[in-house]
């Protein structure tokens, strides 16, 4: 079972949502809007940046994520990413204890999807950095784009000083 209760829809809210999902469905063909959420919040954890609201046209569609497709579909993926997510932020003041209770801890009111939305608003305004005229052409480019990060080479992330990478341990 999932620690993480699943009761409604993720709401999508924003331009850059509408523009991945209509730009990327073409190469995440089933469950696209499940799969670009979980693209856009691997990239918004990995970069540990927030956005709890992105700019949104008036009158313009909001996307969501079933529930049904995350608990379908999910096998404590979220889980595993909201612990990733707590454990590490800075974008937080918790103490360690804190941390390692919200992670594994039984029952807590933490809105943990609220949170892990906030890490997938601003993984998504990357990802639509790397859309390009064409499907394959995007495809190229996300993948580049991951390539260079798990190498170490994204400059964005790595650019960081040693001192604030090792925290304390120096």
């Not at 924003?14 to 990327?24: M, V, Y």
């Not at 990357?126 to 080479?153: C, H, Q, W």
Request: net charge negative; aromatic share 10%; charged share 30%.
């Amino acid at each position: 079972g999932t620690l993480m209760e699943i009761t409604t829809d993720i709401s999508l809210k924003g331009t850059a949502w509408n523009t991945a999902i209509e730009k990327l469905s073409d190469i995440f063909k089933t469950r696209p809007n499940y799969m670009i959420y979980m693209l856009s919040l691997s990239i918004g954890i990995m970069y540990d940046k927030r956005e709890e609201k992105l700019p949104i046209a008036d009158g313009e569609e909001i996307r969501s994520v079933p529930r049904n497709v995350i608990r379908n579909n999910d096998n404590g993926k979220l889980d595993f990413m909201f612990q990733a997510a707590i454990l590490s932020t800075t974008t937080e003041q918790f103490s360690e204890e804190e941390r390692l209770d919200l992670a594994f801890g039984e029952k807590t009111d933490f809105k943990k999807i609220e949170f892990l939305t906030q890490f997938a608003n601003f993984g998504v305004t990357k990802l639509i950095e790397y859309i390009g005229d064409t499907p394959i052409e995007s495809m190229e480019n996300i993948k580049n784009f991951f390539a260079l990060t798990v190498e170490g080479r994204n400059l964005e992330i790595d650019a960081l000083p040693d001192d604030i990478l090792l925290g304390d341990e120096i």
